[in-house]
């Protein structure tokens, strides 16, 4: 079995310690309640304090939680927040296109799957939550790469593989695809990224009308596209329709 890593484990405990007090601790409060040397628990207060995770205060020298794991925390609830307010929508999404529905967020150079509904019908499927799909090839992927600058950097810092002969690499043309995204609304993987599927993406905003995260209906490109190859255009309008009903819980508004 792997052995932990000491020094996360005496920070884990340093967090834990300044969360569980109303007041300020001075480094040999820290030191003592956690059995450390006072040299010892200082350096790790400081590489704490350095990542912005603890604060001290100038007058006393105390040290107390810092800004960054209140953002983090935020960061946390934001995405359960998403999930909680898609759950509706994308049941009725995958009920009314007969279609799996994904809700994906940005999560290290890649899309995160959060949230999946079943394809409403007796087939055999496997649960996707906590996946990764790329960003330049997915339809999830390009409409956050296309709303989301972060995306928009990684996407084009990472390697773009070519997973099928469709699969665009080049920045130029990714750079393309992005523009049309803005421009409609809306993405499409048309056998980009799997040889036989197809799918259709749409981003949700937040109250303060930022990108959090995109949904989308993906299946066989017989069913998802027409005859000319482009996905339906009903199908196009549902997607939009239940990321803007989930954006409105979100506070967003009217887009």
């Known amino acids: 079995m792997a052995r932990n890593i000491q020094s996360l484990e005496r920070a884990a405990a340093m967090l834990r310690l ?3 007090g109303e007041r300020r601790l001075g480094l040999s409060d820290v030191a003592s309640s956690l059995g450390l040397a006072k040299g010892t628990a200082h350096g790790i207060l400081r590489t704490l304090q350095a990542e912005g995770f603890v604060e001290q205060d100038p007058a006393s020298g105390r040290y107390q939680l810092g800004a960054e794991l209140l953002r983090l925390g ?5 995405v359960h ?15 009314a296109s007969g ?10 150079s890649g899309v995160l799957i959060m949230h999946h509904v079943f394809r409403p019908d007796d087939s055999r499927q496997v649960l996707e939550v906590g996946a990764m799909q790329p ?16 995306a928009h950097t990684q996407a084009l810092e990472v390697e773009r593989d070519a997973f099928t002969p469709r699969t665009v690499t080049d920045p130029i043309g990714f750079e393309e695809i992005l523009g049309l995204t803005r421009a409609r609304g809306w993405a499409a993987d048309v056998e980009e990224t799997w040889e036989g599927i197809a799918s259709v993406a749409a ?15 993906a299946g066989a ?8 190859g482009e ?7 549902s997607v939009r329709d239940c990321a803007r009903s989930v954006s409105r819980d979100l506070g967003a508004g009217r887009f």
Do not use: F
């Open 231 to 237: 996905p339906r255009a009903a199908l196009v309008a």
């Open 221 to 228: 490109v017989e069913r998802v596209c027409g005859e000319g």
């Open 81 to 95: 927040e998403l999930r909680a307010r898609a759950l509706v929508w994308t049941d009725d999404l995958a009920r």
């Open 203 to 217: 981003p949700i905003h937040d109250r303060r009308r930022m990108p959090v995260g995109a949904v989308a209906v």
């Open 74 to 78: 935020n960061s946390y609830l934001d």
């Open 135 to 150: 960003l330049h090839s997915t339809a999830l992927g390009k409409v956050l790469s296309a709303y989301d600058p972060v």
């Open 18 to 20: 300044l969360a569980g």
């Open 99 to 108: 279609e799996s529905v994904y809700v994906g967020v940005l999560h290290q």
